[in-house]
């Protein structure tokens, strides 16, 4: 299905360093820019609606979702960065709490509606019980690809 | 009172809302409950009230300051599987 998009293992970082959501979002936005799938616009917009919006989830393993609107966006994709030192985001519907999150999802979204299916399986993915600590347990990022394909069946 | 008309609504309408739809969709079908749900722009939110039972909200922005007249329940459970029993729970009891 074309609007399911390919993990692709080069937007994909295991053990990111990174002091700050605003660090981890420059950092995976870089390889989203360099592979075509974002403009340049976009980590900046991605800040701002986190400002806005906070994306952050008390999933098993606490993850984060960062994105923004689809005209920063040229092709649907994700990046994913793994934390051996938690960085904190404050929660989605709930902007004063805040959350320690160990995996960030970026999601580089063109087209909403389309996008809504593999949206949910990526949550779907984030409620299976055991997926995100054994995803946080590889170290390189093609296996990290690998079992994000088998986990959302793409 | 039935609930027949269930709105979904987050605060900028990217993605979000319409996944928390998706999965609120099949939770309801497990339960038998025959209910439409959309998911809404925050900026409709007042005209889409009028027209139904229950807002299922992803943002606190959703509720404040405002009287929309319906039941409001938090739609994080949908996204994070944590709590999803109780919020079923609470619309199955809203449903009787």
């Not at chain 1, 390919?6 to 360099?34: C, D, F, G, R």
């Not at chain 1, 649907?76 to 999802?105: K, W």
């Not at chain 1, 389309?114 to 990526?122: F, G, N, T, Y």
């Not at chain 2, 739809?21 to 939110?45: G, H």
Request: charged fraction near 20%.
């Amino acid at each position: 299905m074309a609007t399911l998009p390919i993990v692709n293992e080069a937007l994909i970082l295991p053990s990111l360093p990174a002091y700050s959501s605003q660090e981890v979002i420059v950092h995976l936005a870089e390889p989203l820019k360099a592979n075509q799938y974002v403009a340049p616009s976009y980590p900046q917009a991605v800040i701002e609606r986190e400002r806005e919006f906070p994306t952050g989830l008390p999933t098993e393993i606490p993850v984060a979702l960062p994105h923004t609107e689809a005209r920063h966006c040229y092709a649907a994709g994700i990046a994913v960065a793994t934390l051996d030192q938690p960085v904190t985001f404050r929660q989605m519907g709930a902007p004063d709490s805040l959350i320690d999150v160990e995996m960030v999802f970026m999601l580089a979204i063109s087209d909403p509606k389309a996008q809504v299916e593999w949206l949910k399986r990526l949550i779907d993915f984030f409620q299976g019980k055991g997926n995100l600590s054994a995803l946080k347990r590889f170290s390189n990022s093609a296996q990290m690809a690998q079992f994000l394909r088998t986990g959302l069946g793409v | 009172m039935a609930i027949k008309n269930i709105i979904v609504a987050c605060g900028s309408g990217v993605a979000t809302s319409n996944i928390a739809a998706e999965k609120l969709k099949d939770l309801l079908r497990d339960r038998n409950i025959r209910a439409e749900v959309r998911a809404v722009d925050i900026k409709s939110l007042e005209m889409e009230a009028r027209h139904a039972d229950l807002l299922v909200t992803i943002t606190p922005y959703a509720t404040r300051d405002q009287e929309l007249g319906i039941k409001v329940l938090s739609g994080i459970p949908l996204l994070t599987g944590v709590g999803v029993d109780q919020l079923m729970e609470q619309i199955v009891e809203l449903n009787k």
